[in-house]
């Protein structure tokens, strides 16, 4: 992490932007305790997961999926960078809290000019061929660029970004995580995966290779919904703890559950499985914080 502002001026950086699953936290209408409470408490709300990968030097700044909180995430992101020019965006998926921001670039918000849009061939072919995202095309808002499965991207001569496959409900789009890489550190980035022994990577040993690793914590455990919880599967925070065991102190601390859902009890600030979490080595994601790479 930034340990002061000398020290991180150069140095490119993530800053996470959101760490909530895709409707946020509160959650609209929700009457349950987990989200009545924060609202009558008038609590700040933790925004829908995202990060921004952040160059200083280059003043250039990229974000890995478009939220619906996207305006309130831009303006962090300025109040930290200084800088308003997004180079563009990565998308994982077609889910709602991963693309829908994208129609603040429309003309009738932000009235961008070509932002480029990276994502996938089925995510491709959703944008351009549904509205309102095929009027930002054609309107010159955005360009998509495709990208291809583990094939790495070069965005400058300090940073790199690859998308890795990873089992989802992929209804409209494939869905895909990144490896985020300089010279000096890695990031992996997998905001939703279904469970980690459906994918054909190991995610023990694509821990140990990386310096961070903000992964899937959607779920604590199993139960919290009161209904069938294998029909949306990820890996609840409880199992990846328990799969994870095993690994040394530093590497646990790699760690950080993010896309945390609002029935999750580790997104509720000084909650008891927040000190669970903490105690047995690992991290959770927390809006705004910032991971130097």
Known sequence: MLKNKKEGLKKPYIMILGSAQDGGYPMAIC?????????????????????????PISSEQWIIDATPDLK????ELYKKSKSEKINGFFLTHAHIGHYLGLAQLGQEVIGSKKIKVYCMQRMFDFLSNNGPWDQL???????????????????????????????????YSETVCYLVSTMKKK????????????????????????????????????????????????????ESMKLFKDLSKQNKQKVFFTHLNHTN?????????????????????????????
């Open 31 to 55: 009457k349950k305790v987990c989200c009545k409470n924060a609202v009558l408490k008038n609590e700040k709300p933790t925004r829908v997961s995202s990060i921004a990968i952040v160059d």
């Open 72 to 75: 309130e995430q831009l303006n």
């Open 137 to 171: 095309i054609k309107l010159q808002n955005i360009t998509l660029e495709k990208i291809q499965n583990e094939l790495t991207i070069k965005l400058n001569s300090r940073i790199s970004i690859t998308p890795i496959l990873v089992p989802h409900r992929d209804e």
């Open 187 to 238: 990031l992996l980035y997998i905001p939703d995966i279904d469970k980690w022994h459906l994918w054909d990577k190991d995610i023990i040993e694509m821990i140990k290779i990386v310096d961070y690793a903000l992964l899937d914590g959607t779920f604590y455990q199993d139960g919290e919904l009161g209904r069938d919880m294998s029909k949306i599967p990820h890996p609840f925070v409880k």
């Open 265 to 293: 009890p580790l997104i509720i600030k000084e909650s008891k499985e927040q000190f669970e979490v903490k105690k047995l080595g690992f991290n959770f994601a927390m809006d705004n914080l910032v991971l130097e790479l």
